[in-house]
């Protein structure tokens, strides 16, 4: 005989509008406790499509399947059935394909399931020659034109998503692809208004710097972009010389030429000078980093740091750079 709850799952497919209305209210409810999760995690096989196919019902009806889900797939078990399920895909086709009124919502979902390296396959579209990194440049596409000074920003957390996939080889390389241009692309999101946007920029562009020795002319080919990107964070507050902006290139010389707000969050500067780390290992690293005047911008903003962590990675950076030799400045 089945219990209450399986009753409750069963009516999610019901033929009536108001009772899968309200199973959904209550499903979404449970959905929002420990004890709910772990009650509703014995029934995957009936509770996960069901849950899928609300999606395509009515604004109220799929806001609250979209939030169960997305409180669902915080249990690894149930995102790896998800996955399983094709839920990547129909996400990403219900973003695209569907005026839809959940798209933060479905965003929020595709982050708990690249947390898996199962679901950064199926979004990186892993094995498709076809397809591959289609989605991956849907979703960038949309992160970069939806930024917004308005508090409604449904692809903000496609940072996050960008982060979770720059962790495996396969998407540091698709967002490295110079043809694709990906990385250009989020890398202009480094001085947005959004923390979790910022974060998600700085998380990914160190991730992709562990490629720096078998991509490091991709990360160059960028430079324009990267080098203010990771530098203006780590320059300190102060108004540089003219003598030393004037060995910049001009974006970056411009900025340190004013009065600016320094970059309060650690972890993004921590960040920055680790993805300086992994470039200038490299000589041909080393050597653009020597003519945009980098190793003067390490030091001013070293004298001005106070957060002992980042101070720790000011000097890996700064010991590489002594360590390899003074004598990758360029001369005339």
């Not at 309200?22 to 409810?29: E, L």
């Not at 999606?55 to 998800?82: F, I, P, T």
């Not at 839809?100 to 982050?111: F, H, R």
């Not at 972890?267 to 945009?292: C, K, N, P, T």
């Amino acid at each position: 005989m089945a219990t209450e709850l399986e009753e409750l799952i069963q009516f999610l497919s019901s033929p009536s509008p108001q009772l899968r209305k309200a199973a959904i209210d209550i499903v979404q409810g449970l959905t929002g406790s420990e004890d709910g999760l772990q009650s509703l995690a014995k029934y995957p096989d009936v509770l996960l499509p069901s849950l899928a196919r609300l999606l395509r019902e009515q604004k109220d009806v799929a806001e609250r399947a979209a939030e169960a889900l997305v409180n669902l797939s915080q249990n690894s078990d149930l995102a790896g059935k998800m996955i399983d399920l094709g839920l990547i895909g129909e996400a990403m086709n219900l973003l695209y394909n569907v005026d839809s009124s959940i798209s933060q919502l479905l965003v929020m979902l595709l982050v708990n399931l690249t947390q898996l390296d199962a679901g950064i396959a199926s979004l990186l579209q892993t094995g498709d020659d076809k397809m591959q990194g289609l989605y991956v440049m849907k979703i960038v596409r949309s992160f970069c034109r939806s930024a917004s000074e308005s508090s409604d920003d449904p692809f903000e957390h496609v940072a996050s998503i960008l982060v979770n996939i720059s962790k495996k080889e396969a998407g540091r390389k698709l967002l490295l692809d110079p043809n694709r241009g990906l990385l250009k692309q989020i890398i202009r999101q480094y001085d947005s208004n959004s923390q979790l946007r910022k974060n998600g920029v700085f998380g990914t562009l160190r991730n992709c710097c562990f490629e720096a020795e078998d991509q490091l002319q991709n990360l160059l080919l960028i430079a324009e972009f990267l080098w203010p990107a990771l530098l203006l964070p780590i320059a300190g507050n102060k108004v540089y010389k003219e003598e030393d902006t004037s060995k910049m290139p001009l974006e970056l010389g411009t900025a340190l030429s004013i009065e600016r707000e320094q970059i309060d969050d650690p972890e993004i500067r921590v960040h920055a000078l680790e993805a300086i780390y992994m470039i200038i290992l490299q000589d041909a690293g080393r050597r653009a980093f020597w003519s945009i005047n980098g190793p003067r911008i390490l030091q001013v903003g070293y004298e001005d740091e106070e957060n002992p962590k980042v101070m720790e990675a000011y000097e890996r950076v700064g010991s590489l750079l002594v360590n390899s030799g003074g004598d990758e400045e360029p001369h005339d």
